[in-house]
């Protein structure tokens, strides 16, 4: 018998993070642990409104699945108990975390994954001035891939200034669904002449079809325009990569699924996150390991994270401890 218990965690941003959306200075995210015999797994999740979710509305999902965690839910059955997003997401890596310690065996190894290596990580800098971008850029010395938020008048200028101050770095951009149509040729010029390998989300995804018909020096990765399986193939004509974020999906057995699904439709993937703890980007590191771009940088952005936490030296991050997860 599995018993549930919840909690919202509040993680103060180091300073203010902005993106074409707005800023925020914490990260809100919901703990869900699944205690049997003696042993708990963990899973974080992050309620994103984007996407019509609330902190009240996702505890409430989880909630209701307290009787059927009891009886013995298992992941394969939770994928038919909830859709894609946050509240999935929080219950099936909270299972995963369960199943590895209980059995012994690391999730990767129950995944049928080889052992985890460390991967490098993108750094997120901020929506900003373009000479504040630029400070940053260059403050950024062990980083060697940056993402840049972008999305806003002036992103010309401040792709300019970002690779005039750091002209070694790789770039991708993530636009948050902030450019119009009409911009769009010359914004990937500019992105092109600066070096940028991947324009995330450049348009709104209920305004995405356009992009099938638009030619580009640089591929474009769709991220609010694809969650889970449903719908990728449709999407092929328009993107050329996928972001999977386990939010999205609604936990590492679908996200998982999704990479795969990708690779073999013929999409680059990166695996993304949203601003959290450690928790939440350690099953993440399982997707990570064949993706093309890795953005898990979301405890870098705190300003303190769970004990214990992953292990960032520079943007390398280290396989989890298993006290942590997995």
């Not at 925020?24 to 919901?30: H, M, N, Q, Y």
């Not at 013995?72 to 946050?86: D, N, T």
């Not at 902030?178 to 709104?204: F, I, M, N």
């Not at 209920?206 to 990728?232: F, K, M, N, W």
Request: proline residues 6%.
């Amino acid at each position: 018998m599995a018993e549930l218990s919840l909690s919202v965690e509040r993680f103060p941003i180091a300073g203010t993070f902005t993106i074409a959306r707005g800023s925020k200075t914490e990260a809100v995210v919901v703990e869900a642990r699944i205690t049997a015999g003696g042993i708990t797994g963990r899973g974080e999740c992050v309620p994103y409104a984007r996407y019509g979710e609330t902190v009240e509305g996702v505890v409430a999902a989880i909630e209701q699945l307290r009787a059927d965690l009891a009886d013995g839910l298992s992941r394969e059955m939770l994928q038919h108990r909830l859709p894609a997003g946050a509240a999935r997401n929080a219950v099936d890596c909270a299972l995963w975390d369960l199943e590895a310690k209980s059995s012994g065996m690391g999730c990767a190894e129950l995944a049928g994954l080889p052992a985890l290596r460390p991967v490098v990580t993108a750094f997120t800098l901020s929506l900003d001035t373009p000479e504040a971008m630029a400070r940053a850029a260059a403050a950024a010395t062990d980083r060697p891939l940056l993402k840049l938020k972008l999305g806003a008048p002036g992103d010309r200028e401040r792709l300019a200034a970002v690779r005039e101050a750091a002209p070694d770095k790789r770039l991708i951009v993530d636009a948050n669904e902030g450019w119009k149509a009409a911009d769009l040729p010359t914004l990937l010029d500019a992105c092109a002449t600066v070096g940028v390998e991947l324009v995330e989300q450049p348009l709104p995804a209920d305004d995405d079809r356009r992009l099938a018909r638009i030619d580009r020096q640089v591929p474009i990765c769709a991220d609010e325009s694809v969650h889970d399986r449903a719908g990728l193939a449709a999407l092929r004509e328009r993107y050329d990569a996928i972001n999977v974020k386990l939010d999205k999906a609604g936990g590492l057995t679908e996200a998982l699924a999704l990479a795969e699904a990708a690779h073999g439709l013929g999409f680059g993937v990166m695996v993304g996150c949203m601003l959290a703890s450690s928790l939440a980007m350690a099953p993440a590191l399982l997707v990570a390991q064949k993706a093309k771009w890795v953005d898990l940088d979301g405890p870098l952005l705190l300003a303190r994270d769970r004990l214990p936490g992953l292990h960032y030296d520079g943007a390398t991050v280290s396989p989890p401890d298993p006290l942590l997860w997995g």
